[in-house]
């Protein structure tokens, strides 16, 4: 087969190139499914154009290199520049973009995206794990978690937590460090802190949602449940929530980047923690929907911001 060469992103005027990338088994079907800003009308650079970006949505997972040794392998010899202009083009040269365009693919349509794509968009946006979970109004669903905070364990030598609670309707978030793991931490801030806002503000939190990975002293729960105001009750699942791991990697950070501008003690964390999220909150209406979802263009990096 003969060998083709791109020069530049536009270049590629040779038929080898558009069978070479339907090797991978993107066929006409799957360019037309392609989101608009994916789409391209035009000669054959602007159909390569195409078939690169459905290369990137198919394979999110894939870096240039990867890609770079696909195209290779196929007699088709691309330069790292070449590679980036062509997905710059394409609106496909971060992980961002692929997410982004990989969502508006799954909401139009849930069947057309592998479970790889889902996986990718799950990594770099957790709260889309908790796509299925729902909720009409204030106080109707609350998650609840403990997370160990490592890298603030190693600046106080010492095990912390953070203890948190997230409502799924408007986004509000409570929560307080502690050096206990206990359940019983969690169910005084609800008490103390939780029920009375709620309450301020006419409404009533009926349901409480936990992860079993988030929570040890399963005992301790089963005691509480039997305590809980009427009409509330506390659920378990065994999925690892991705709407308060959204918050840890995407929000959490600017409390920190705080506290090390203003050279804050780490050792007493609870008073600017507590004023952060009272001013955090009150920037959103307690009545209005809020997305976590899309909370992911905040930050480019793909790790837990605490980890």
């Known amino acids: 087969m003969k060998q083709v060469s791109c020069k530049t992103a536009s270049c590629c005027t040779k038929p080898e190139a558009l069978s070479l990338l339907l090797l991978e088994n993107l066929t006409s079907t799957t360019i037309n499914r392609l989101p608009a800003e994916t789409q391209c009308q035009g000669p054959l650079p602007t159909k390569l154009h195409q078939l690169v970006a459905g290369i990137c949505l198919r394979n999110p997972f894939w870096n240039d290199f990867r890609l770079l040794s696909f195209f290779a392998k196929r007699n088709m010899k691309l330069s790292l520049k070449d590679l ?11 992980k961002i973009s692929v997410c982004h365009t990989l969502m508006e693919m799954y909401f139009t349509n849930p069947k057309q995206l592998s479970p790889q794509q889902i996986g990718f968009i799950e990594r770099i946006n957790p709260p889309f794990c908790d796509r299925n979970i729902t909720s009409s109004a204030p106080g109707k669903l609350l998650l609840y978690e403990c997370i160990f905070i490592r890298r603030l364990s190693r600046k106080i030598k010492g095990m912390l937590y953070l203890h948190i609670f997230i409502d799924i309707y408007n986004g509000y978030v409570f929560g307080q460090f502690s050096q206990e793991h206990s359940i019983k931490v969690g169910v005084s801030l609800l008490e103390k802190e939780l029920f009375p806002f709620y309450a301020k503000e006419s409404s009533v939190i009926t349901t409480l949602l936990s992860s079993k990975q988030g929570i040890q002293d399963a ?5 509480y449940r039997k305590k809980l105001p009427p009409g509330c009750k506390w659920k378990e699942t065994s999925h690892q929530l991705g709407t308060i791991q959204g918050f840890l990697k995407f929000e959490l950070h600017d409390f920190f980047e705080g506290l090390r501008l203003y050279n804050s003690s780490y050792a007493a ?29 905040l930050t480019n990096c793909a790790q837990l911001s605490l980890d």
């Not at 005992?219 to 005691?223: A, I, W």
């Not at 964390?269 to 992911?296: I, V």
């Open 219 to 223: 005992k301790d729960l089963s005691l």
């Open 269 to 297: 964390l609870d008073a600017p923690f507590a004023r952060w999220l009272r001013s955090r909150n009150a920037a959103h209406p307690f009545e209005d929907p809020y997305s976590f979802m899309e909370c992911f263009d």
């Open 84 to 94: 980036q202009q062509l997905k710059m083009n394409c609106n496909v040269e971060s």
